[in-house]
């Protein structure tokens, strides 16, 4: 029986950055503040009409950066047979050969049939399909929801994901970043 593990992508494997949030704000003629709320909550609703009209996918992917040991650690265990992985997203279906293609392009041995993508749907109905050993996960809803659901799910907190921070001492399992959540729980050395 292979150990299945699941992964989100954005702010636990890439982090992508705000280059598109701030030329939003620009072509808008506003002053661009930081995001502190998950998926746009509280900016202006032009803005965010912009943000997706603008969605130039392969520029934003290209900016995304990732912590250069991470891709070491994810080959190992998508190479080992002792697990299977799969990673679920909230990005759109539009966007998923850019994201293989980002995610090769940090070094990650990606292969498309294991991205799952939902949009702006619930992550439920995969998960508890995959039913995972541990979901890694920063997006408050997702977690809520994982945790209402019974799936065991990891939240990934730090200073640049400030739309969690309400849920520490909610969630029991927690870890500032990947590397150091699969070192807690036993996954990797
Ligand atoms: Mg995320």
Same mark, same amino acid.
């Given at each position: ?48 009409? !912009? ?8 520029? *934003?992917? $290209?900016? #995304?950066?990732?912590? +250069?040991?991470?891709?070491? /650690? ?18 759109? !279906? ?8 980002? *995610?090769? $392009?940090? #070094?990650?041995?990606? +292969?498309?049939?294991?991205? /799952? ?32 659901? #019974? ?39």
């Amino acid at each position: 029986m292979k150990i299945n593990l699941a992964f989100d992508i954005d702010d636990v494997i890439v982090w992508t950055g705000d280059r598109q949030t701030r030329q939003a704000f620009k072509n808008c003629g506003k002053k661009h503040y930081p995001q502190t709320t998950w998926n746009f909550a509280g900016y202006p609703q032009d803005v965010i009409d !912009e943000y997706y009209r603008i969605d130039d996918t392969e520029s *934003l992917f $290209r900016g #995304g950066l990732c912590h +250069k040991r991470i891709p070491y /650690h994810l080959n190992n265990l998508i190479d080992s047979p002792k697990y299977k992985i799969i990673f679920v997203t909230g990005r759109y !279906e539009h966007q998923l050969d850019g994201t293989v293609r980002q *995610l090769l $392009r940090h #070094g990650i041995n990606i +292969k498309k049939e294991m991205i /799952h993508i939902v949009g702006r749907n619930s992550k439920m109905e995969i998960l508890k399909d995959f039913n995972p050993r541990l979901y890694f996960e920063d997006a408050p809803h997702h977690i809520t929801e994982c945790i209402k659901n #019974g799936i065991k799910v990891v939240m990934i907190t730090n200073n640049k994901t400030p739309w969690n921070h309400s849920l520490r001492g909610y969630v029991p399992n927690v870890a500032p970043g990947l590397i150091s959540a699969l070192r807690q729980n036993g996954i990797i050395k």
